[in-house]
């Protein structure tokens, strides 16, 4: 049993503007559609169906919320990056991811969700922009890291986190995988941080 077991659906908003109670401490979670974000947070909560996974790209349209406790939320934002989107579309959502991240009070960290082969397209960048100029701290998750045998997933890694100085920010890399749990106990770590940190400061 760990802290993110107990997670729990409590709501779906149909846009980013409308979530509601911008109180107490929340996690967002993001990436490119596919990028593994369901089942990351599925392996996080040990759960099998707490957020869908599918295997067909764009599901997630909604933003759900989990509880984790009173507030204490992780947010599933929809994948983003799907081709089929109309372009006025993407603009619209980018737009409001912008505003999420500078002006929503309780977010408190932002992970980043990308295929370890394919890191860093330009919307992951955008995000990670947006998010070091609101001063959000960054996790740069490189999932599906069961895919590459160890010296590959090395390089991809260091790369990545070469690729990360750029930014400029609190952005730290790690690989991961909802296939054999590599890299769990470091993403629980970073969000233990940014939970408690924040907790400390009440
Ligand atoms: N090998 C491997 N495959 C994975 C891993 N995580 C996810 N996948 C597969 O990648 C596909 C997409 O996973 P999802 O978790 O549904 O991805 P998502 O980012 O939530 O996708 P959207 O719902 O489109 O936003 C599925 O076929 C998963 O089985 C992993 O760690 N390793």
Same mark, same amino acid.
């Given at each position: 049993?760990?802290?993110? %077991?107990?997670? /729990?659906?409590?709501?779906?908003?149909?846009?980013?503007?409308?979530?509601?109670?911008?109180?107490?401490?929340?996690?967002?979670?993001?990436?490119?559609?596919?990028?593994?974000?369901?089942?990351?947070?599925?392996?996080?909560?040990?759960? /099998?169906?707490?957020?869908?996974?599918? &295997?067909?790209?764009?599901?997630?349209?909604?933003?759900?919320?989990?509880? $984790?406790?009173?507030?204490?939320?992780?947010?599933?934002?929809?994948?983003?990056?799907?081709?089929?989107?109309?372009?006025? =579309?993407? /603009?619209?959502?980018?737009?409001?991811?912008?505003?999420?991240?500078?002006?929503?009070?309780?977010?408190?960290?932002?992970?980043v969700?990308?295929?370890?082969?394919?890191?860093?397209?330009? $919307?992951?960048?955008?995000?990670?922009?947006?998010?070091?100029?609101?001063?959000?701290?960054?996790?740069a998750? $490189?999932?599906?890291?069961?895919?590459? &045998?160890?010296? /590959?997933? &090395?390089?991809?890694?260091? =790369?990545?986190?070469?690729?990360?100085?750029?930014? =400029?920010?609190?952005v %730290?890399v790690? %690989?991961?995988?909802?296939?054999?749990?590599?890299? $769990?106990?470091?993403?629980?770590? =970073?969000?233990?941080?940014?939970?408690?940190?924040?907790?400390?400061?009440?």
């Amino acid at each position: 049993m760990t802290y993110y %077991t107990q997670a /729990k659906f409590s709501t779906s908003a149909p846009d980013i503007r409308h979530l509601e109670g911008d109180e107490g401490i929340e996690v967002a979670f993001a990436g490119r559609s596919n990028a593994g974000k369901s089942s990351a947070l599925n392996t996080l909560a040990r759960q /099998k169906n707490l957020a869908r996974t599918s &295997k067909t790209p764009g599901r997630t349209q909604l933003i759900n919320v989990f509880e $984790l406790e009173e507030g204490r939320r992780l947010i599933d934002l929809p994948g983003y990056g799907f081709a089929q989107v109309p372009i006025a =579309m993407k /603009k619209k959502w980018q737009q409001a991811l912008g505003e999420y991240l500078q002006k929503r009070k309780s977010l408190k960290g932002l992970v980043v969700l990308m295929d370890i082969r394919h890191p860093f397209k330009d $919307l992951d960048q955008d995000l990670i922009y947006w998010a070091v100029e609101a001063n959000i701290p960054v996790l740069a998750l $490189l999932t599906k890291s069961d895919k590459l &045998k160890a010296g /590959k997933r &090395k390089a991809q890694l260091m =790369m990545a986190q070469e690729a990360a100085l750029a930014f =400029m920010g609190d952005v %730290t890399v790690q %690989t991961f995988s909802s296939h054999n749990r590599q890299g $769990l106990p470091e993403l629980e770590q =970073m969000l233990d941080g940014w939970f408690h940190r924040h907790e400390e400061k009440k």
